[in-house]
């Protein structure tokens, strides 16, 4: 005959059983039912070599597991019809954990308590006994142990049961209260960008001053077997400053006590409405899902929440749409990220010059993020530039001075900047992600921390009127950061040339403005 062990687990109340094998249910932390259940663990405990007993209460207004007693039983001699290990369980469920269990292991089981044995290096689904009364004979059985305890001494123990419960529900609280994480939301979590950006969030510079980080991952209408993959994934990477990880498929939660949101492109399903075509499919969707998510944001996060809209879809409309929906928020807590267009354009200028892409800077972005923008070098300066002068590490020299093919400039750059991501995904079959993630970081690593004065980055923002732009409209245009707030640019020229493409992004967002209100009566 081989070594046997045993192991048995009480809960009390609501219940969900991680290690589920031998199941007691009793409906309430006071419940006198488990009290006598508990009683008898306590008796076996007592009477059985090497029986330890490990118990996890919860109150009856919770909705888990309440009560877990684990005991593991080493002796042979006491179980020798059984030749190998196994547990048992004793648990007290929910209406809700009972039909869900019932339904994994194909059991047909409706009152409480229930009780199960499994084999603990067997594995299966386990052997359903039924009811209490089902385990008090079981024990009778394999144990020759009974219960005598009194009413009078159950209901005491269920009182003293709720009792300790409540205090430590209160012990809970306050330790809970000790732990203050920086809420990070990021939706579309399914987004490759998401998959690359996980890990940069936790990067030195860019969230320095938290000691922790509590990461939530979104996804509306996604599977969740997936989002816990990569919630999976996240906890593998041991990082210091990670406190958990949440992943929600529906807007019960969303966005809860945000202190930064970083929006990503949404995967949209390929349907739409009899008659409407795939821009105004779009649109409508982008429409209803930024309203809802402008409201939450303003009833859930912090008012100092910071806002990230990346992608590459409909950029400036999602971040107005947000803006509209938050009233109490500041409009200077949401950004729409320009900064991977603007890292695109020094890539190719770089190229032009023959330096590193970190030579060149100061590359301004001006007008529609994913539509009608320019690509502004007034400013944008090259180091290192192997020109006629030289200088020291530090020294500068305007690009427009440096790169002396007009057609090049006038033409093929724009082209270049403009075909840029889709060039890279079809050569990677991938999704631009680690250039979306680079830009997302340095607007948080700007944001976040005190950045030089001199650092130029473009990012769409609301328009009050600056450089004479309509108000109301997020636009595209050069900022610095300081002190965690941006504002924008005032030593910039803006000539006839310039100003005649800044109103044609101008007209394509009021465009997307009025086509997003049509789709929004259209649907009322």
């Known amino acids: 005959m081989g070594k046997v062990s045993d192991r048995l687990v009480i809960i009390g109340t609501v219940q969900y059983a991680h290690y589920c094998f031998f199941s007691l249910s009793a409906g309430k932390a006071n419940c006198p039912y488990f009290a006598k259940a508990e009683f008898l663990a306590d008796l076996l405990q007592r009477s059985l070599p090497k029986f330890n007993i490990h118990k996890i209460c919860m109150h009856p207004n919770e909705w888990q597991v309440n009560y877990l007693i684990k005991c593991s039983n080493l002796s042979k001699k006491l179980l020798p019809m ?14 809700q954990w009972l039909e869900t269990t019932c339904k994994e292991h194909g059991w047909q089981h409706e009152n409480s308590p229930m009780i199960w044995r499994e084999l603990i290096h067997r594995g ?84 320095q001053d938290t000691p922790t980080i509590s990461l939530h991952l979104l996804d509306v209408g996604a599977v969740e077997e997936e989002l816990q993959g ?24 969303a966005f809860q006590q945000a202190h930064t949101i970083i929006l990503l492109d949404d995967l949209w399903p390929e349907d739409g409405e009899a008659g409407e075509d795939e821009g105004e499919n779009k649109v409508r969707k982008v429409s209803e899902r930024y ?49 991977q267009l603007e890292y695109e354009a020094r890539a ?19 007008g529609n993020i994913s539509g009608s923008y320019h690509i502004d070098l007034q400013r944008a300066k090259v180091f290192h530039y192997n020109g006629a002068i030289w200088g020291w590490s530090d020294f500068s020299q305007p690009v427009l001075e440096m790169i002396y093919d007009r057609k090049w400039l006038e033409c093929d750059f724009m082209s270049l900047v403009s075909t840029h991501r889709h060039t890279v995904a079809s050569k990677s079959q ?9 830009g997302i970081i340095a607007v948080l ?80």
Not at 82 to 95: A, D, E, G, R, V
Not at 430 to 438: G, L
């Open 82 to 95: 059984l030749l190998c290990s196994h547990l048992i369980y004793l648990l007290s469920y929910s209406q």
């Open 124 to 207: 299966g689904k386990g052997m359903l006994l039924g009811g209490f009364n089902d385990f008090l004979e079981h024990v009778q059985a394999y144990y020759s142990i009974s219960s005598d305890m009194t009413s009078e001494l159950m209901m005491k123990i269920a009182a003293e049961n709720l009792k300790t419960r409540e205090i430590c529900m209160e012990e809970e609280v306050y330790n809970q209260s000790l732990v203050k994480p920086k809420h990070i939301w990021i939706s579309s979590a399914l987004n490759p960008t998401c998959y690359s950006l996980i890990p940069q969030l936790f990067a030195p510079g860019v969230f």
């Open 230 to 253: 990569i919630r999976m994934e996240t906890q593998d990477l041991a990082l210091p400053q990670l406190h958990e990880v949440t992943v929600h498929t529906e807007l019960d939660q």
């Open 291 to 339: 309203r809802q998510f402008g409201r939450l944001i303003e009833e859930r996060a912090h008012k100092d929440v910071m806002v990230v809209v990346a992608g590459n879809s409909l950029v400036n409309l999602k971040c107005s749409l947000l803006l509209e929906n938050t009233s109490s928020v500041s409009s200077g807590r949401f950004v729409a990220m320009a900064t």
């Open 348 to 366: 190719h200028i770089s190229q032009k010059l023959f330096v590193k892409t970190a030579d060149v800077t100061d590359v301004i972005v001006w």
């Open 430 to 438: 991938r999704a631009t992600a680690i250039s979306a993630t680079n």
């Open 445 to 524: 690593k700007a944001w976040n921390n005190n950045s030089s004065a001199e650092q130029v980055l473009s990012l769409g923002i609301l328009s009050t009127g600056q450089y004479n732009l309509p108000a109301g409209v997020v636009f595209s245009m050069p900022v610095t950061f300081q002190h965690g707030r941006w504002s924008e640019l005032s030593d910039v020229i803006i000539g006839d040339e310039l100003r005649a493409k800044l109103q044609i992004a101008v007209d394509e967002l009021r465009e997307e403005k009025d086509l997003a209100s049509r789709t929004r009566k259209g649907t009322s």
